[in-house]
């Protein structure tokens, strides 16, 4: 009778594993590959698509419960902010996909950014961060948009003394850190961890991709097609992640882009390749928020176009396009099948006093 339960346990707690462990390896169900065309089956299995792995943390921040619930805390606290009306999620809102609905953010005092502000949602899978990839990791991330005039307008000095003066916040960074200590690097370390959480879950897509043929509709699979072959969106957006997270040309009349981070003048204009998971609920699109239509975005990309010159032509010469409006209309449609499930994370009630 123990044994049995035992080995019931057993299965139990490595069933999971076992399942997650196919997932990872990006396996494509044998059905999935079936349904689709042979040019496009060959496509999908080079572009390697397939369900998102688990979250990488690094060694250095371990996630726990505790920093996870503090990192929550803080994130949407607007005291982290000069006259403390602004909080991270100001501009990654829970209500807007942990994006924003403005083209370009407002920070405090009413100020105006430049930048589109992302969803971080799944921000966790990017190896570098922001448009240009100016930051290594999300605990170097998380203490910039404090100290941006723009944005929170603080400095770190004042951020952990303001932090410091509140009783209710220390036995939490105890709980988190082993002691009531208050340090940028462990606000930082904190919040990153929350973000590691803000992750979402199976999208029709991969409910496609592990064999269930009808998560998709038949405008989708067209769409999937096109995405696969004659849009060729894959040479720049594949992996599980959908972006191969290098930097390319804009469709707009863009900033300095990469060459900000690297100085080269040969990355003049270039912006990392986002992830297309969730790209459905996250518009307005493109590092400046330029445009807010999804269909509008994949004519652009697909037709590989300047927003200026689309504008200036009107109706373009259907034989000069990759990609017609009709075809652009099935992409748009299959890019909406990687709007995941959403993590279940609500605003904090209230906050520690
Ligand atoms: C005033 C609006 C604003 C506030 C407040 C703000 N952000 Fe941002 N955030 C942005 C914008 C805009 C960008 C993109 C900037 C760029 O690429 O240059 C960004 C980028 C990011 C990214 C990178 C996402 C990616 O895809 O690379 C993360 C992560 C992030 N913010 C987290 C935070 C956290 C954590 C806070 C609070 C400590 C915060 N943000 C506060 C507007 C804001
Ligand atoms: C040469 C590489 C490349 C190819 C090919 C490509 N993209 Fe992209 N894509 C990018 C880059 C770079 C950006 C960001 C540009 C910017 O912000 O200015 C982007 C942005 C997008 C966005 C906006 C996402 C957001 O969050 O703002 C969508 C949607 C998109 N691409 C869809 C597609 C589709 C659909 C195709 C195929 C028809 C495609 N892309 C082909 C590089 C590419």
Wanted: aromatic fraction near 8%.
């Amino acid at each position: 009778m123990r044994m049995k339960t035992m080995v019931s346990w057993f299965y139990l707690m490595f069933l999971p594993l076992l399942v997650l462990a196919t997932v990872q390896e990006g396996k494509v169900s044998e059905k999935a590959l079936q349904s689709l065309s042979k040019e496009a089956r060959e496509s999908l299995l080079e572009a390697k698509i397939g369900p998102l792995s688990s979250v990488p943390v690094p060694p250095n921040n371990p996630q726990t419960k505790e920093k996870v619930e503090l990192g929550r805390l803080l994130y949407f606290d607007k005291r982290l902010s000069a006259d403390k009306t602004i909080s991270c999620a100001t501009c990654h809102d829970p209500k807007f996909n942990w994006a924003e609905a403005e083209a370009t953010s407002t920070g405090i005092r009413n100020q105006k950014g430049d930048r589109n502000s992302p969803t971080i949602l799944n921000s966790a899978f990017y190896h570098a961060f922001f448009w240009d990839g100016r930051a290594g990791s999300l605990e170097e991330q998380a203490l910039g948009p404090v100290q941006n005039p723009i944005e929170m307008g603080n400095d770190l000095k004042t951020m952990v003394a303001t932090i410091d003066g509140i009783a209710g916040y220390k036995p939490l960074f105890s709980a988190a850190f082993g002691d009531g200590k208050v340090n940028p690097e462990r606000v930082a370390q904190a919040i990153a961890s929350f973000e590691r959480t803000v992750v979402t879950g199976p999208s029709p897509l991969d409910e496609f991709l592990m064999g269930k043929t009808t998560a998709l509709t038949p405008q989708q699979k067209r769409g999937l097609e096109l995405f696969l072959t004659k849009g060729n969106c894959v040479s720049c957006h594949h992996g599980p992640f959908l972006t191969s997270q290098d930097y390319m040309p804009t469709n707009l009349q863009g900033d300095e882009g990469r060459a900000k981070v690297t100085k080269n003048l040969s990355d003049k204009g270039l912006f990392r390749i986002p992830t297309l998971r969730n790209v459905g609920l996250t518009g307005p699109y493109f590092h400046n928020g330029a445009v807010t239509s999804l269909d509008e975005a994949v004519f652009l990309r697909a037709n590989n176009m300047r927003l200026q010159e689309y504008k200036g032509k009107g109706t373009p010469d259907p034989s000069s396009l990759v990609l017609n409006e009709t075809e652009v209309k099935d992409v748009a449609a299959f890019l909406k099948a990687l709007n995941g499930k959403m993590p279940a994370i609500f605003e904090p009630k209230q906050f520690p006093q």
